[in-house]
């Protein structure tokens, strides 16, 4: 496993992250879960990422209960927050990011998460207040790190200028050969400003594996079939024409010896 330094903070991540939005959540069983856990760790991946929202907490609980044995200097832990947790509960407001991160903490059973994320831009909440908020939880301890998800380009510009608050060490956008929107303002942005890419959704949900033919059904066991998961696929994926653009990938990959998802993501 090779690891790099994420943005310009001290944390040294190994290049594949272990996320867990749809399988900790209970889309996959508990005992299968642990085990890739287990796996990913032992192929030395360190980078956890999760979300207060995957499973309404559900992904945090799970992962405190199957990392309270790891000893916490073993991996970097991140997690997000913005979605409705609750009819009143939402957003990046001062209350908001206090109260979230400690119910996160106290389901993931640490102390404080390395990298906390704006998991969307909260065009409710004045920026200050939401920059002011995240300074506080970093200088409590709480949070070493800061980052976000999929906010606009001048927002995080907007960031940039607020004197006296913390500054965001990682983006964590949606990136893969089938979405590239981000090459347009969002990494050139951060390229400049020293700020790391944590892509999500880097396979496509699978479709860059090349396990899903043209003019087939998805097979049971794969994510579009599933009854859990499937409802959050993104349709247009499976459309014939991205499809066979995928195959045509096959014998690429094959070339330089690699698998596809190993080329998809190199």
């Known amino acids: 496993m090779k690891y790099r330094r994420l943005g310009e903070s001290d944390l040294l991540v190994s290049e594949i992250a272990l996320g867990s939005w749809l399988t900790y959540s209970g889309g996959v069983d508990a005992a299968t879960s642990r085990a890739c856990i287990r796996k990913a760790l032992s192929l030395g991946i360190n980078f956890i990422d999760t979300a207060n929202v995957y499973g309404r907490g559900a992904a945090e609980t799970f992962l405190g209960e199957t990392l309270a044995q790891v000893p916490r200097d073993q991996y970097i832990l991140a997690t997000k927050l913005y979605f409705a947790m609750s009819d ?98 969002i990494i050139p942005l951060c390229e400049a400003e020293g700020i790391s890419q944590i892509a999500w959704s880097p396979l496509a949900q699978g479709v860059l594996t090349g396990k899903y033919e043209p003019g087939q059904a998805p097979a049971a066991g794969m994510r579009a079939a599933s009854p859990k998961m499937g409802a959050f696929f993104r349709e247009a994926w499976l459309e014939r024409q991205t499809l066979e653009a995928v195959q045509r990938l096959k014998p690429l990959a094959a070339a330089t010896g690699l698998t596809m998802a190993q080329f998809a993501l190199a």
């Open 88 to 185: 009143t509960d939402r957003g990046l407001s001062r209350a908001q990011i206090h109260k979230q991160l400690n119910a996160s903490l106290a389901r993931l059973r640490t102390d404080y998460v390395d990298l906390y994320q704006c998991h969307r831009f909260d065009v409710e909440t004045p920026l200050d207040e939401t920059m002011q908020a995240l300074t506080e939880v970093v200088n409590a301890g709480k949070a070493r790190f800061v980052g976000f998800s999929e906010w606009p380009a001048e927002a995080v510009r907007a960031a940039f200028e607020i004197p006296g608050t913390v500054r965001f060490v990682s983006s964590q956008p949606q990136y893969s050969l089938l979405w590239r929107k981000p090459e347009a303002e």
